[in-house]
Nanobody, 126 residues
Framework: QVQLVESGGGPVQAGGSLRLSCAAS????????MAWFRQTPGKEREGVAV???????NYADSVTGRFTISQDNAKNTLYLQMNSLKPEDTAMYYC????????????????????WGQGTQVTVSS
């Protein structure tokens, strides 16, 4: 089993930055691939960024150049650095894991991820 706990969300003004964290525990082999998704009410959960088993990364077009996904294996923590935030980035952000993936395969499929955190809310005001 894998447990994922997100933190770091909150209110921020447009143009600002936030860093989300996802503390992971449990079976290491079940979280070789880690990703960030986001969801707003009434919309599908969408993939934002992924880091695969070879530490390759990929991003949604809407966040490319502004968001950076990274992980600290020693701390078992996944990060999402979000810069130049826009009101349209407002959403609940979730981290998710699966055993393996290839970062070049896009878009991310929600159903392919086995483990999820509870989410952290990001609210960007204009």
């Amino acid at each position: 089993q894998v447990q994922l706990v997100e933190s770091g969300g909150g209110p921020v003004q447009a143009g600002g930055s936030l860093r989300l964290s996802c503390a992971a525990s449990g079976d290491t082999y079940r979280r070789g691939c880690m990703a960030w998704f986001r969801q707003t009410p009434g919309k599908e959960r969408e993939g934002v960024a992924v880091i695969d088993n070879d530490a390759q990364t990929n991003y949604a077009d809407s966040v490319t150049g502004r968001f950076t996904i990274s992980q600290d294996n020693a701390k078992n923590t996944l990060y999402l650095q979000m810069n130049s935030l826009k009101p349209e980035d407002t959403a609940m952000y979730y981290c998710a894991s699966r055993q393996w993936c290839f970062a070049y395969l896009w878009p991310l499929k929600r159903d392919h991820y086995n483990y999820w955190g509870q989410g952290t809310q990001v609210t960007v005001s204009s």
